[in-house]
C-alpha cells in the first residue's frame, strides 16, 4: 500500500496499487535458446503474482517458443508493438485482435524507439491505444522527454501532450498502466533522481486528475523505466507514486528477478 498524496488535487488517502514490472527485451536476444537459458535461470527465484505483475516483452517470434515457460512462472507475456489498424491488407502488421487470438493480454505502446526511429506520432500511438481497448487488450502506454527538453524545462509539457492524443481513445482505465521512461536515460546508465522521478510522476497524476478524473489518477500504476538495475530499484520503488518500472537491458540478465522481488515488498 502506497499513499496517494498530490497537494491540491487529491485528497490524502491509500491506494493499493499493485506493483507492475515489465522486461521489454526489445530485438534480444539473438537466438531462442539465449531466451530459453534466461527464462530457465528466472525459474531459481520465485516470485509473489499476488503482489506484483511480472511482464514480459520478448520479441514477437519468440514469444510462441516461451509463452507457457513464462506463464509457468507467474509472469505474463506482453508484445513490443501493435498495428493502428484492424485485419486487412496491412503488410508488417499484427492487431489487437491478433493478440486476444494468440492469448497475448499486454502490449506496449509508444515506445520512445518507436516514435523516434520509426516515426510514430501522438496520432499513432493514440489509434493504437484505441484498437487495443475495443479489443480488451492491456497497454503500457510509454511518454517521456528527451533531453534537451528535460533541459529546456518542458518534461511536464511533453507528458501531457503524449497523453491528452490518448485521453480521449480510452474508456477502460484499468486495462492502462503509463510508463513514464525519461529517453536520455533509456540505456544510457543514466538515471532520473529518484526525487525527480517522483516529482514527475506526481505532476502526472495531477495532470491526470485535471484532464480524466481524482479516481482515475490515484489509481492507474505509473511505472518508471530508465536504466533500471537491481541496485537502484529499491529506493526508487519507496517513492509514493512510482508503481513499478519498464526495464530493457536490466531485464536480460538472471538478476531481473531481483528488481521483481524488491516490488513485492
Same mark, same amino acid.
Given at each position: 500500500?502506497?499513499?496517494?498524496?498530490?497537494?491540491? =488535487?487529491?485528497?490524502? =488517502?491509500?491506494?493499493?496499487?499493485?506493483? /507492475?514490472?515489465?522486461?521489454?527485451?526489445?530485438?534480444?536476444?539473438?537466438?531462442?535458446?539465449?531466451?530459453?537459458?534466461?527464462?530457465?535461470?528466472?525459474?531459481?527465484?520465485?516470485?509473489?503474482?499476488?503482489?506484483?505483475?511480472?511482464?514480459?516483452?520478448?520479441?514477437?517470434? @519468440? /514469444?510462441?517458443?516461451?509463452?507457457? #515457460?513464462?506463464?509457468?512462472?507467474?509472469?505474463?507475456?506482453?508484445?513490443?508493438?501493435?498495428? +493502428?489498424?484492424?485485419?486487412?491488407?496491412?503488410?508488417?502488421?499484427?492487431?489487437?485482435? @491478433?493478440?486476444?487470438?494468440?492469448?497475448?493480454?499486454?502490449?506496449?505502446?509508444? @515506445?520512445?524507439?518507436? =516514435?523516434?526511429?520509426?516515426?510514430?506520432?501522438?496520432?499513432?500511438? +493514440?489509434?493504437?491505444?484505441?484498437?487495443?481497448?475495443?479489443?480488451?487488450?492491456?497497454?503500457?502506454?510509454?511518454?517521456?522527454?528527451?533531453?534537451?527538453?528535460?533541459?529546456?524545462?518542458?518534461?511536464?509539457?511533453?507528458?501531457? =501532450?503524449?497523453?491528452?492524443?490518448? /485521453?480521449?481513445?480510452?474508456?477502460?482505465?484499468?486495462?492502462?498502466?503509463?510508463?513514464?521512461?525519461?529517453?536520455?536515460?533509456?540505456?544510457?546508465?543514466?538515471?532520473?533522481?529518484?526525487?525527480?522521478?517522483?516529482?514527475? @510522476?506526481?505532476?502526472?497524476?495531477?495532470?491526470?486528475?485535471?484532464?480524466? #478524473?481524482?479516481?482515475?489518477?490515484?489509481?492507474?500504476?505509473?511505472?518508471?523505466?530508465?536504466?533500471? #538495475?537491481?541496485?537502484?530499484?529499491?529506493?526508487?520503488?519507496?517513492?509514493?507514486?512510482?508503481?513499478?518500472?519498464?526495464?530493457?537491458?536490466?531485464?536480460?540478465?538472471?538478476?531481473?528477478?531481483?528488481?521483481?522481488?524488491?516490488?513485492?515488498?
Amino acid at each position: 500500500q502506497v499513499l496517494a498524496v498530490i497537494p491540491g =488535487r487529491i485528497s490524502p =488517502r491509500i491506494m493499493a496499487r499493485k506493483p /507492475i514490472v515489465g522486461g521489454n527485451w526489445k530485438s534480444n536476444p539473438a537466438k531462442l535458446a539465449e531466451a530459453t537459458s534466461l527464462v530457465d535461470a528466472w525459474k531459481a527465484k520465485p516470485f509473489d503474482a499476488s503482489k506484483v505483475d511480472m511482464v514480459v516483452c520478448p520479441t514477437a517470434l @519468440h /514469444i510462441p517458443f516461451l509463452k507457457g #515457460s513464462l506463464e509457468a512462472l507467474g509472469a505474463q507475456v506482453c508484445a513490443q508493438n501493435v498495428s +493502428a489498424t484492424g485485419f486487412g491488407a496491412f503488410t508488417g502488421e499484427w492487431s489487437a485482435d @491478433h493478440l486476444v487470438d494468440a492469448a497475448i493480454p499486454w502490449t506496449l505502446i509508444g @515506445h520512445s524507439e518507436r =516514435r523516434r526511429l520509426y516515426g510514430e506520432t501522438d496520432e499513432v500511438t +493514440a489509434a493504437k491505444v484505441e484498437q487495443c481497448q475495443k479489443a480488451g487488450i492491456k497497454v503500457m502506454l510509454c511518454i517521456g522527454e528527451l533531453l534537451e527538453e528535460r533541459e529546456s524545462g518542458k518534461t511536464d509539457e511533453v507528458n501531457k =501532450r503524449q497523453l491528452a492524443a490518448c /485521453i480521449p481513445k480510452i474508456t477502460k482505465w484499468e486495462d492502462i498502466v503509463i510508463a513514464y521512461e525519461p529517453v536520455w536515460a533509456i540505456g544510457t546508465g543514466k538515471v532520473a533522481t529518484p526525487e525527480q522521478a517522483e516529482e514527475t @510522476h506526481a505532476n502526472i497524476r495531477a495532470y491526470l486528475a485535471t484532464a480524466v #478524473s481524482a479516481d482515475v489518477a490515484s489509481s492507474v500504476r505509473i511505472q518508471y523505466g530508465g536504466s533500471v #538495475s537491481p541496485d537502484n530499484c529499491k529506493e526508487l520503488i519507496g517513492k509514493p507514486n512510482i508503481d513499478g518500472f519498464l526495464v530493457g537491458g536490466a531485464s536480460l540478465k538472471p538478476t531481473f528477478m531481483d528488481i521483481i522481488t524488491a516490488c513485492q515488498g
